[in-house]
């Protein structure tokens, strides 16, 4: 292949030796990216699983009133690290790692573009996370200021603090690195003919989510610098009391937390997008006008970060902008659901695992969405905010979102990735009893928050006892639902029955007309590029 011509010196021969034989230096000094894409998703898959862990602790504190299980401080410090591991740990590896195993195939590339630096920006992941893991058992242990480290509060953590800068710094690195590499080798690798309006839609999100990512990871990396000198060397950006202002960490802190949710999510439409058309045997509806809605909300997700922010105290005129332009963003995620509902339409579908998460998620991350409009609503968002009805709405979003939108994936490619098929029936009871546990886990959660339970709290008020009781059976049923995707990718990977081209092909091959007007012309799907 043509392309191949500039990847010189990586392919060495063991690079892409396929047998057995795969000792610890063959893992660790990988440069292929099938072997560099199923690393991130396995360490991905371990903290989906330690992540887990801290949210069920979280539940079990909250079943009842009161302070049963854990002391204030430690429910503080699960609140802020199951949120860290879970979006830097578990959802933000995952994609990069489906990304590593199918950009290079669906583009044509015989490889990433930097394959050296693929296998670095990977195993800084691991030290990162035993850092920042490590600081649990650190005097005065680990960071309990929330996810969003908001001083004066998150200065208050005691030695840990600088390993919880620096694992963050190395989180950013790791995620500089993979977005260069996506960016080049889409740009770069792409096979004679493949333009790209001809991308499958997987790689046009993800080309936009790297720039994303590239725009954004600074500015977090500078901010959480700040709070470093704020705390060690004397300065004062965010105390008042030597000329700072905490709500300035806001501001730069959300102009990185906001497009960070759509770096969580843009991947989520493309997979999406990928399995709708081939369980529906149609192709995809309005393919460019997906692509210049993934754009748009892009842009947009850079003008709406004070929307996390409407009672700070800000002018007027700031909410009035900020609620108009988060209204906007609602727009083209409407033409996405739109488009996916449009290509179901009198499709000739079917129902494996793959296309059930994926129908879940069109419909509960929709109603994610629905409640994001009502948090944009500034005069409503008083009422809101910070109670567990935004804990409802971004969980609605990432879990049936971002997570579903994994597993997804995860049935979806396997066939492909191991040779085996994974066994469907274990497949729909996970499917089954997450999509139970979401709703279960999650639903009541809105109505606890309208009623005005306040969110990061160990203990509340006697009125959410029933919900909060209903919520922690969904967490739990949620939580051990997982063991059968864990048990199931376990087994497809050692062996099970042979997986054919239908798999993963979906049309390919299977020439259909559907004779009511208007015609539909007989099709193919187009053969994967190899």
Excluded: C
């Amino acid at each position: 292949m043509s392309t191949a011509s500039h990847t010189t010196d990586h392919a060495t021969d063991h690079d892409h030796d396929h047998g057995p034989a795969r000792g610890l230096s063959r893992w660790l000094l990988t440069t292929n990216h099938k072997d560099i894409g199923t690393l991130y998703l396995l360490f991905s898959l371990l903290m989906f699983f330690i992540g887990g862990a801290m949210a069920l602790v979280i539940r079990a504190e909250l079943f009842q009133p009161g302070l049963q299980i854990v002391d204030p401080y430690f429910f503080n410090q699960m609140t802020t690290l199951h949120a860290l591991v879970m979006i830097f740990g578990a959802v933000m590896p995952a994609f990069v790692g489906l990304a590593n195993w199918l950009l290079p195939m669906m583009v044509g590339a015989p490889d990433m573009a930097l394959p050296r630096m693929n296998n670095w920006s990977f195993w800084i992941m691991p030290f990162a996370f035993t850092l920042l893991l490590s600081t649990l058992f650190m005097p005065g242990g680990g960071p309990a200021g929330g996810w969003t480290l908001y001083p004066p509060l998150v200065l208050q953590t005691g030695s840990a603090f600088p390993f919880v800068i620096l694992a963050i710094h190395m989180m950013g690195a790791s995620s500089i690195m993979g977005a260069i590499n996506i960016i080049a080798t889409i740009l770069n690798l792409r096979a004679p003919g493949m333009t790209l309006m001809k991308m499958p839609l997987f790689v046009w999100t993800w080309l936009i989510t790297a720039f994303l990512l590239i725009a954004v990871m600074p500015v977090l990396a500078g901010t959480v610098t700040m709070l470093l000198t704020d705390k060690f060397f004397g300065t004062s950006f965010f105390s008042a009391a030597g000329g700072g202002d905490p709500v300035m960490f806001q501001h730069i802190f959300w102009f990185f937390g906001h497009p960070e949710v759509y770096i969580m999510i843009l991947p989520a439409f493309g997979v999406i997008s990928q399995i709708i058309p081939t369980f529906a045997r149609k192709p995809l509806f309005g393919y460019a006008s997906m692509v210049y809605a993934t754009a748009s909300i892009a842009f947009l997700s850079f003008i709406v970060w004070a929307h996390h922010m409407f009672t700070v105290g800000m002018p007027l005129a700031g909410e009035l902008f900020f609620m108009y332009a988060t209204m906007l963003i609602a727009v083209p995620t409407g033409v996405k659901v739109f488009n996916w509902v449009s290509t179901m339409w009198r499709g000739a579908m079917t129902f494996e695992t793959p296309m059930l998460f994926a129908i879940a998620f069109v419909i509960l991350f929709t109603i994610g969405g629905f409640s994001g409009l009502m948090l944009a609503i500034a005069p409503a968002d008083f009422q809101y905010q910070d109670t567990y009805f935004v804990v409802a709405h971004f969980h609605y979003v990432l879990v049936p979102g971002a997570v579903f939108s994994i597993m997804a994936a995860a049935y979806y490619w396997l066939p492909k990735w191991t040779g085996h098929m994974y066994n469907e029936k274990l497949g729909k009871l996970h499917f089954w009893l997450s999509v139970i546990g979401v709703n279960v886990l999650f639903f009541p959660q809105h109505f606890l928050g309208l009623a005005g339970m306040p969110r990061r709290i160990p203990d509340y008020a006697l009125q959410f006892t029933e919900f909060n009781m209903v919520s922690t059976v969904g967490a739990f049923l949620f939580g051990f639902s997982q063991l059968f995707f864990l048990y199931n990718v376990i087994q497809t990977i050692r062996g099970g029955a042979k997986a054919t081209d239908q798999v993963w092909e979906g049309a390919e091959g299977l020439e259909w007309t559907l004779s009511s007007p208007p015609p539909y012309h007989t099709f193919t799907t187009a053969p994967e590029i190899k």
